[in-house]
């Protein structure tokens, strides 16, 4: 298992295991339409070559062999999807594909943004997470994240909730 950094070369693979992870996530619970919707607004090329470029977020892959097993987005400053100060982090996204989960990559890239969280002095790492995925709750629960909140995602014109979960550094 190794985490390497994303950089702009790398926006075709990480478009690939971003739509990959995210369709294997959630597709069961969400139609075709609204899923097709998220996946064309939130991955498209431009769309991730303007993240990749942005100094406050950070893109990495876990590879488990030579393959690109999944990857974890953090944001700091005013990359973060809510105003959260410049105190905290956020993990944005933290994919495993189906096929490597149960190998303790989720862990290995929660562990690499912990990492980074206390690289650049924050005092909380915070996330949100789709309130009917019990797995992902149960796990940062098991980390040591608490639900200090709620906030709206659209999936297409679905809305849905996502709980924000945080966890203090010091």
């Keep these: ?43 498209n090329l431009a769309q ?9 977020s950070h893109f990495y892959f876990v590879l488990y062999g030579q393959q690109i097993a999944g990857y974890l987005k953090i944001n700091t400053g005013n990359a973060q999807s809510e105003e959260m100060g410049d105190e905290s982090l956020e993990v944005e996204r933290i ?5 490597f989960q149960k190998h303790g990559l989720g862990k290995q890239l ?15 790492v915070w996330l949100g997470v789709w309130e009917e995925n019990d797995n992902a709750i149960a796990f940062y629960q098991k980390k040591g994240f608490v639900q200090t909140g709620a906030h709206s995602f659209f999936m297409g014109d679905d809305e849905q909730i996502d709980l924000i979960m945080t966890k203090s550094l010091h």
């Design 1 to 43: 298992m190794t985490i390497k950094k994303c950089t702009l070369d790398d926006v075709v693979e990480l478009q690939a295991v971003s739509k990959d992870t995210f369709t294997e996530t959630f597709q069961e619970q969400n139609s075709p339409e609204h899923l097709n919707a998220y996946l064309e607004r939130a991955y």
């Design 48 to 56: 991730l070559e303007r993240e990749l470029a942005n100094p406050s």
């Design 95 to 99: 994919y495993v594909k189906k096929a």
């Design 110 to 124: 929660l562990n690499k943004a912990m990492e980074m969280a206390l690289e650049l002095n924050k005092s909380k």
